[in-house]
Nanobody, 122 residues
Framework: QLQASGGGLVQAGGSLRLSCSVS?????IGWFRQAPGKEREFVAA????????RHADSVKGRFTISRDSAKNTVYLQMNSLKPEDTAVYSC????????????????????WGQGTLVTVSS
């Protein structure tokens, strides 16, 4: 199961940290977001076992995905937030190992948690 938390309202330039509690046989953990009227967008992903990470170009240098194996939690640290980062953020997981080049593809993910709303005011 996946449980996401940490969303909220923040001013532009501020920071938030999202958490995704992971349990069960899950391999790649990804964060996706969906803004009103837009398609779901890949944000970042990491391997639960190796810690390898991948970030979308739109968030590189601002967002960082990480994992705490002892706590079975994956984090998304979001800094220098912009109004265009406003969206519902969801974490997802795969039930098998996936090659790095597919981590951005939402169809590779088998499990989805409920979303958490992030609102960035200007």
């Amino acid at each position: 199961q996946l449980q996401a938390s940490g969303g909220g309202l923040v001013q532009a330039g501020g920071s938030l940290r999202l958490s995704c509690s992971v349990s069960g046989r899950m391999y790649t953990i990804g964060w996706f977001r969906q803004a009103p009227g837009k398609e779901r967008e890949f944000v970042a992903a990491c391997s639960r076992h190796t810690g390898s990470t991948r970030h979308a170009d739109s968030v590189k240098g601002r967002f960082t995905i990480s994992r705490d194996s002892a706590k079975n939690t994956v984090y998304l640290q979001m800094n220098s937030l912009k109004p265009e980062d406003t969206a519902v953020y969801s974490c997802a997981a795969t039930s098998a190992m996936k090659i790095f080049s597919t981590w951005h593809d939402s169809q590779q993910y088998d499990f989805w948690g409920q979303g958490t709303l992030v609102t960035v005011s200007s």
